[in-house]
């Protein structure tokens, strides 16, 4: 059965009264996030903002993971203004728990957000105090939006991944996602840039047999 405007109007507000009513057990409250996202597609635009925002308040919160998947679905259906709010909106509160989010959407952006994004995951690597999760995180999302950078961008990618390879005060696990974003920015450059990859990571891999292996 078909249900009319006035009907679903009804029931989108119940599933996000019930996202955030304290008195209710959480596994029904881990209910309501999920059918959010299962029923994103009748949602309109406002409907899909408000479900936005309230699945991030409450992404904390217990059953984490079904949270996160109603939120990726929600963020897949949007377009035009609202795709670019919510890029703005991720680059701006970025952590682990929204680094799936943007892995999601990265091979929609636009040059000038592939532009934001770089430019923001190179800072982000380039932070001392950085945590390893989120290195291995910015490390992954920028093999994806490598992929739809323009020459001057890869050659400003593959420089920097260069750089921040050498350093041997990453752990093994690190400089692995390092060596990889190296080899996957070099596919998509000229010849030249083989033979730098290739010499930085036999320079750079003595000390590590493990990630030596992958590229040899």
Known sequence: MKLEEEQLDNVFQCLINGLFDEKEEEYNRKNCAQLLGKLSMKWNKQQLNTAFNSLSIT???????????????ITMKFSGKQFVNVF???ISVFNDKYANLL?????????KQINIALNYFMNKLNDRYKRHNICIKCTQILKI???KCNEQQLNEAFNFSMDIFTDKNNNAEVRGGY????????????GRHFDDAFK?????????V??????V
Do not use: M
């Not at 892995?103 to 040059?111: G, H, K, V």
């Not at 060596?179 to 000229?190: C, D, F, Q």
């Open 145 to 147: 939006i490598s992929n």
């Open 179 to 190: 060596a990889e974003l190296i080899g996957t920015i070099a596919v998509n450059l000229s």
């Open 200 to 208: 930085c990571l036999i320079n750079g891999l003595k000390d590590s």
């Open 88 to 90: 703005n909106y991720l």
């Open 59 to 73: 992404l904390n919160k217990g059953y984490y993971w079904t949270y996160k998947e109603a939120l990726e679905t």
């Open 103 to 111: 892995e999601e959407i990265s091979q929609r952006l636009d040059e």
């Open 210 to 215: 493990r990630v030596f292996g992958n590229y």
